[in-house]
């Protein structure tokens, strides 16, 4: 079974992770209380205000729609948190549980390199640029190890440009993904961000098994 699984179409087929509503809230619970997190979800006024002091130090011009379409780590002080657009698990929020967990992986990574030099990210767009280039290139990983294929090429830079960065910036990071997918696709997870969520995944799901492949 476990050769079977490093087979892509064979993992695409009958091994693809396909979280519902509940385990994708599940694994944000987990994530925020190991590692002392707090999440902050669209509709929360404080922490909204927050979010927003942060976006305007980062250059976002247009910070109602990032509210509504971006994720964000928060570090202030001792206060350690992600801010997302949606309440984990909730079925009307728009964003799908995959999409879920893919944030968290993202947001995971982000936090990891954020115990130094806090301000940089939010300060220097050349810091959150090649951040964030760390943080999808976790994304990535997650996506060939459970769903056997990558995101599509080319959305990253536009995405960069809502967080702030200069087009330059943007297209490097892009350009940095699309020289990664090679290494990536060899299946090994090579960030611990990848490794701290696929640890979580394992245990919850028993993807060599029989009864649980296809899960839905």
Same mark, same amino acid.
């Given at each position: 079974?476990?050769?079977?699984?490093?087979?892509?179409?064979?993992?695409?087929?009958?091994?693809?992770?396909?979280?519902?509503?509940?385990?994708?809230?599940?694994?944000?619970?987990?994530?925020?209380?190991?590692?002392?997190?707090?999440?902050?979800?669209?509709?929360?006024?404080?922490?909204?205000?927050?979010?927003?002091?942060?976006?305007?130090?980062?250059?976002?011009?247009?910070?109602?729609?990032?509210?509504?379409?971006?994720?964000?780590?928060?570090?202030?002080?001792?206060?350690?948190?992600?801010?997302?657009?949606?309440?984990?698990?909730?079925?009307?929020?728009?964003?799908?549980?995959?999409?879920?967990?893919?944030?968290?992986?993202?947001?995971?990574?982000?936090?990891?390199?954020?115990?130094?030099?806090?301000?940089?990210?939010?300060?220097?767009?050349?810091?959150?640029?090649?951040?964030?280039?760390?943080?999808?290139?976790?994304?990535?990983?997650?996506?060939? $190890?459970?769903?056997?294929?990558?995101? @599509? /090429?080319? %959305?990253?830079?536009?995405?960069?440009?809502?967080?702030?960065? &200069? +087009?330059?910036?943007?297209?490097?990071?892009?350009?940095?993904?699309?020289?990664?997918?090679?290494?990536? $696709?060899?299946?090994?997870?090579?960030? @611990? /961000?990848? %490794?701290?969520?696929?640890?979580?995944?394992?245990?919850?799901? &028993? +993807?060599?098994?029989?009864?649980?492949?296809?899960?839905?």
């Amino acid at each position: 079974m476990k050769l079977l699984y490093r087979v892509p179409l064979v993992r695409r087929l009958f091994y693809s992770l396909h979280p519902t509503q509940a385990e994708a809230a599940e694994l944000w619970d987990f994530i925020a209380s190991r590692n002392g997190y707090t999440v902050v979800s669209l509709g929360n006024p404080k922490g909204e205000a927050v979010v927003r002091d942060l976006l305007s130090t980062m250059g976002v011009i247009s910070p109602t729609s990032f509210l509504h379409h971006h994720v964000l780590p928060i570090v202030r002080g001792q206060f350690r948190g992600v801010y997302l657009p949606y309440q984990p698990g909730d079925p009307q929020s728009g964003f799908s549980p995959w999409e879920q967990v893919v944030d968290c992986v993202h947001l995971l990574a982000l936090l990891a390199q954020m115990r130094e030099g806090v301000s940089r990210y939010y300060l220097d767009p050349v810091t959150r640029g090649y951040q964030e280039w760390l943080a999808f290139r976790s994304d990535h990983e997650v996506w060939w $190890r459970y769903q056997g294929r990558l995101p @599509p /090429a080319g %959305r990253t830079a536009g995405r960069l440009l809502e967080y702030g960065c &200069d +087009l330059t910036e943007a297209e490097l990071v892009e350009d940095r993904l699309e020289d990664a997918r090679s290494v990536i $696709r060899q299946g090994e997870l090579g960030t @611990p /961000a990848a %490794r701290a969520v696929a640890a979580w995944v394992d245990e919850k799901y &028993d +993807l060599y098994g029989e009864e649980r492949h296809g899960h839905g």
